[in-house]
């Protein structure tokens, strides 16, 4: 059975290119006067307000948010194969050690071998969609900016020399942020997780996945305050 951890091309349909910049200061300028009163507010007010967002801002969330779940999609394709081993190991290993009572160290180590492959593919993946995130709160940067800008230009009345020239940075609506899904990848092992039992529910009621997960890291938890504590003692 074939597994691959690769990561081939660029992921496409993202909508950020070399020309993504100016086209953001664009649609800021042009939408200056349609954003004036919320522009005046947030110039005016200790806590900016968050405005209905305008449609180039949604637009650039859903290209972020496709471009995320596309390499989602790639990565789970990817390592189909290597999930399955996962999933069938971790019947396994529930059988050696909560219903056995049989301790297996070799089978564990190799369990986590499998686990520890597709949690460093996860993290490189994970680094890859956070990327696109930052570069499309860049794009929304470039777009506020521009329309603070210009509206400031345009305005007739009541702009002095003490007045804000830049956006303030804290100041950013629609500001993207990464799926809180990719710091949870094990969740996406478990096939069962949208029907079966919830994370209270007691461990022997668990999917074989959850269970054998825990019982591999509290191994290395236990393995690691050993390790610590020899280490102190030398």
């Known amino acids: ?77 990817a390592n189909r194969g290597l999930s399955t081993r996962i999933q069938a190991e971790s019947v396994c290993i529930v059988i050696q050690y909560s219903e056995r009572g049989r301790p297996a160290p070799a089978a564990l180590a190799r369990y986590g071998e499998m686990v520890a492959r597709w949690r460093s593919t ?17 794009l929304l940067a470039c777009y506020w900016d521009s329309a603070w800008q210009r509206a400031r230009r345009q305005a007739q009345e009541g702009v002095t020399a003490g007045s804000a020239e830049r956006r303030p940075t804290r100041w950013l609506p629609g500001r993207i942020r990464l799926d809180p899904t990719w710091h949870r990848v094990d969740d996406w092992l478990d096939t069962d997780c949208w029907y079966e039992q919830p994370e209270s529910a007691p461990a022997a009621q668990r999917p074989a996945l959850r269970q054998a997960l825990a019982i591999l890291d509290g191994q290395k938890a236990g393995a690691d305050r050993t390790r610590t504590h020899r280490d102190r003692r030398g």
Not at 13 to 26: C, E, K, M, N
Not at 60 to 73: E, H, K, S, W, Y
């Open 1 to 77: 059975m074939k597994e691959s951890g690769r990561i081939a091309g660029r992921i496409r349909g993202t909508g950020i290119g070399p020309l993504s910049a100016p086209l953001a200061r664009h649609h800021g300028r042009r939408d200056a006067a349609d954003l004036e009163t919320v522009l005046a507010e947030a110039r005016a007010a200790d806590t900016p307000p968050e405005p209905p967002l305008p449609p180039y801002v949604l637009g650039l969330r859903a290209r972020a948010d496709r471009g995320n779940a596309r390499l989602r999609a790639r990565m789970l394709a």
């Open 122 to 138: 996860a993290a490189v993946h994970r680094v890859m969609a956070q990327e696109l995130v930052d570069r499309a709160n860049w």
